[in-house]
């Protein structure tokens, strides 16, 4: 009857029939009655008792089914083991008795008992049947015992009994039935529970096979954990928590930081450590240490490849700013020529008198390659031409907004930050339109802002309180031209209001003469200033890193393993937890990397809360983004719905092509599984994970009215689609470009040291008679500039293990579904497809913002790319 139940779910003729799951190739099922024994003696076997699936009752005759254990180990040291054990047989005794254990459960249940079936234990051998199938993997062969009416198994148990954890990788069973486990097994002394793992097929909830049912339930409810305790690093638990671990309070009340999340302060949640608190305030939790390491969830961790790749970064960093910082202390970190910043990207080695066997071991490490925008065009400070083809092709192309209307208007509380009204006014800018007025620009949609002032002015007195910061809240106007190129035409410069009588805005235009291109230039970097923190806090960690945890979370934590929509989010969360963690530790925390080498010093974390208040997951797709910032309208005559007010706009016209292909996908996919709303609102897994993600999530928003519903298959497919633009093509747009666009420091500098004189201040004299060393004083130092290099050159690294968008390597999981199987095969063409037309786009000489003499061409969002630093390529997640 339960099987009769299954093939009317499952619309199929037979669920153990051998074309829903065997290739053409392979045996059927039934070939194991063949290999049939008889057993002389009752065999009293103890399987295993795991809640209510019980071992199969004694049966005079069985089955023997071939398996292949894949497993990870370091094949250096399992050979050294297995030299001592031929020497020592003890030792193989030993050995034998540790290993791993595995059994199969069916996907059924005896009849006779209602339970599960499960086969006896089937024990590897570590000294027997070794194929080493590469540097970190060999493969054993194992025999399983089971009863012949055992029907298709569903899911392994596996215990292991060695000393050490193991990374399981894959189970086959039958040269057919594959589990892909990816997993670490703990020692069974540390986790005394047998793990579960799933075959590769794909099942809702309501179409879950009867024998697998309280193990998928099981399954869950571990990953899930009580909430309480240290974790540690061979948990397997996902829990939320608020933002309290980013302050050292107990190092002086110079190192606290306000928890974030509450009222307060909203915030995304994390992935919970549940380390002690501090000694000194009880609200935040200690930093991470060698006795209590910086927690992810063991299968979040990075690989072996990964790690290295991220080490060596670190280590070249270490290096580069080891003698960077014995060369500035000798001779000053001041900049005192443009030579000394291009310097920096030369083979400097020989400048610094040490050791010939460290110059040896490290000829690489002391020098940087030259960045796409410094090898291609060699001037010193920023054009005109080239600040504007940034805003749209540049590593933050997200900020950009049509101005519409002129003065703009400040949402903050008057009373506190001044008049709401910009200083602007239309003599400042009437002269660059093309002979229309200001309001006829507007109407023909002309005009366009960069808008820093609300962001940046509430924390103004905190960061110009620094020594070394300086920064204005700035608005940037640009003209679009007939060239589809945009023209900046007049900047705004605030500071918080001292007094009623001393003007606090301040409009710098295009220069007229040498003082006023001078201070034009010191303009411009001061708002690129901006942009760089807003990039690299907002929209680079807060749009996607930070908001993105809590889905994740909520995804292991609700979506069983064999859920379709887990299987399909799969790929688009590897290594996010872990990324995000370290980002914690190193670098958006107390005196961390974003603190000492962007402008917005200790006030940096607070700036994202206060952005957080103003995300809107609903306007995270690429469409709603376009058209909230207003370089886009709705129009379904056009082949992405939309229509592009800005033509030549190289982030936006590639990135419409990876949003429609991922949505075509994600169409398919959903609608597969969901023919209905009947099965969206009959899934308890997944009407679980997306309240999850909102209510406990993103708990501080959890009452606005712009979330999404989730009722219908078509409800469903705008957010799986949100969540796999912002985990790829989002990301990599505002990540991967960041040494080649950031790392010229004059062009782009994360912070600045100097405000723009005017004729009353009292370093106007010497701006005057030096205006080129005004502006190199005003840059940061040459020390801080290295070790910016080095970060900017590790964030944008892609390690050899990246899997990319299109990449599936994979697809054995729907091999009984060709509908799903084809859909991906689409896609990934589609990727190839979306690679030859940005190459086309990026030589076309009429798109002046991505081609012509000295521009680089936009390739942050070609899919694929090699290793490396290589400005391009679409990683499948937020991985780095």
């Keep these: 009857m339960a099987a009769t139940k299954i093939n009317e779910i499952l619309g199929s003729k037979s669920f153990f029939s051998d074309t829903h799951f065997l290739s053409h190739s392979t ?110 993997f060999i493969t054993h062969n194992v025999q399983f015992l089971v009863d012949t009416n055992f029907g298709e198994p569903g899911a392994i148990l596996v215990t292991n009994k060695d000393q050490k954890e193991l990374f399981l990788k894959s189970v086959t069973i039958e040269h057919s039935l594959r589990f892909d486990c990816e997993s670490w097994v703990q020692p069974d002394k540390l986790l005394s529970e047998k793990r579960i793992f799933f075959c590769n097929k794909a099942f809702l909830p309501s179409e879950t096979p009867v024998g697998l049912k309280e193990l998928r339930k099981r399954e869950l409810r571990e990953l899930r954990g009580n909430g309480d305790g240290v974790r540690v690093s061979s948990d397997r638990i996902y829990d939320y928590d608020v933002y309290n671990d980013l302050g050292h309070p107990d190092k002086g009340t110079k190192f606290a ?124 400070c920023l054009r005109d031409d080239e600040f504007g083809r940034l805003t749209l092709a540049g590593m933050n192309p997200v900020s950009i907004e049509r101005l519409e209307a002129f003065p703009p208007v400040s949402k903050l509380e008057t009373s506190v930050y001044g008049p709401q009204e910009s200083a602007f006014r239309e003599e400042h800018i009437i002269s660059q339109l093309d002979g229309m007025s200001v309001q006829q ?62 003007p606090t805005k301040r409009v710098i235009t295009p220069p007229v003469d040498a003082t006023t291109c001078w201070q034009w230039q010191l303009a411009k970097a001061h708002v690129c200033s901006n942009d760089s923190g807003a990039h690299e806090l907002i929209q680079h960690w807060l749009r996607t890193h930070a908001c993105m945890e809590p889905f994740i979370i909520a995804a292991r934590r609700n979506l069983s393993a064999m859920h379709p929509i887990h299987k399909l989010l799969h790929p688009h969360m590897r290594y996010t937890l872990d990324i995000n963690a370290r980002a914690r530790e190193l670098l958006i925390s107390a ?30 797709s690429l469409p709603a983004d376009l058209i909230r910032r207003g370089i886009a309208e709705p129009d379904p005559t056009e082949p992405h719905g939309i229509k592009l007010l800005i033509q030549d706009y190289p982030y936006a016209n590639d990135g419409l092509l990876i949003w429609s292909a991922i949505e075509r996908l994600v169409k398919d996919y959903v609608n597969f599984y969901y023919p209905d709303l009947i099965h969206i609102r009959s899934d308890p897994e997944l009407n679980a994970w997306y309240y999850e993600s909102i209510n406990v999530g993103h708990a501080d928003l959890r009452h606005e009215t712009w979330w999404p519903k ?96 299109g990449d599936r390597k994979d697809l054995s999981t729907w091999k ?64 780095i």
Excluded at 710 to 721: F, G, K, N, Q
Aim: glycine share 4%; with cysteine; net charge neutral.
């Design 27 to 136: 045996p059927s099922w039934k070939s194991w009655e063949r290999r049939a024994v008889q057993v002389r003696k009752p065999m009293v076997t103890k399987l295993m008792d795991l809640d209510s699936v019980r071992s199969i009752p004694k049966t005079p005759t069985q089955s023997t089914l071939s398996g292949q254990v894949t497993v990870g180990y370091d094949v250096k040291e399992k050979m050294k083991e297995l030299m001592v054990q031929w020497w020592d047989s003890s030792k193989a005794a030993i050995d034998a008795r540790r290993g791993v254990s595995l059994q199969l459960v069916s996907s059924d249940v005896d009849p006779r008992t209602g339970k599960p079936m499960v086969s006896k234990e089937a024990v590897i051998e570590w000294s027997r049947d070794l194929i080493i199938t590469g540097d970190k």
């Design 257 to 380: 930081r306000p928890v974030l999340g509450g009222e307060r302060r909203p915030y995304p949640r994390r992935c919970r450590t549940g380390r002690p608190s501090t000694n000194s305030d009880p609200k935040s939790e200690a930093p991470a240490d060698e006795s209590m390491p910086m927690y992810v969830p063991r299968d979040e961790a990075f690989g072996d490849v990964k790690r290295q790749t991220v080490d060596a970064g670190s280590w070249k960093a270490m290096v580069n700013n080891f003698f960077s910082f014995l060369k500035h202390s000798t001779e000053g970190e001041a900049v005192s020529s443009f030579a000394d910043i291009n310097n920096l990207y030369k083979q400097c080695r020989n400048h610094w008198h040490i050791n010939k066997m460290i110059k040896d071991s490290t000829a690489d490490a002391f020098k940087f390659d030259p960045p796409n925008i410094v090898s291609r065009d060699a001037s010193c």
């Design 441 to 502: 620009a507007i109407e023909n949609k002309k005009l366009f802002i960069l808008d820093y002032h609300d962001v940046y002015l509430p924390f103004l007195n905190i960061i110009n309180a620094n020594s070394d910061r300086k920064a204005y809240a700035t608005r940037t106007i640009f003209f679009l031209t007939k060239l589809e190129t945009l023209k900046p035409i007049a900047i705004e410069l605030s500071l918080p209001p001292m007094n009623p009588y001393t």
């Design 591 to 620: 005196d961390g990397i974003i603190e000492s080498l962007f402008s917005t010093k200790e006030s940096s974390m607070e700036i994202t809360s206060f952005a957080y208040g103003n995300w809107r997951f609903d306007m995270e």
């Design 710 to 805: 989730l009722l219908t298959p078509e409800d469903l497919v705008p957010i799986l689609t949100t969540l796999i633009w912002i985990s790829s093509a989002q990301h990599a747009a505002l990540n991967f470009g960041q040494y080649h666009y950031g790392a010229y420091i004059p062009v782009r500098p994360p912070y600045m040291r100097r405000l723009v004189p005017n004729e009353e201040d009292p370093d106007y004299p010497s701006f005057v008679s030096d205006p080129e060393g005004y502006f190199l004083s005003s840059l940061p130092s040459l020390k801080d500039m290295t070790v910016l290099m080095s970060v900017l050159d590790i964030l944008s690294t892609h390690s050899a293990d990246e899997e990319y968008l």
């Design 816 to 879: 009984g579904n060709p509908e799903i199987t084809e859909a991906f095969n689409r896609f990934s063409m589609e990727m190839k497809k979306i690679k030859k037309e940005i190459e086309i786009r990026n030589s076309d000489p009429k798109l002046r913002n991505r081609c012509g003499a000295g521009v680089s061409p936009y390739q942050l969002l070609v899919p694929s790319s090699e290793p490396g630093v290589s400005c391009r390529g679409v990683p499948n997640s937020i991985s």
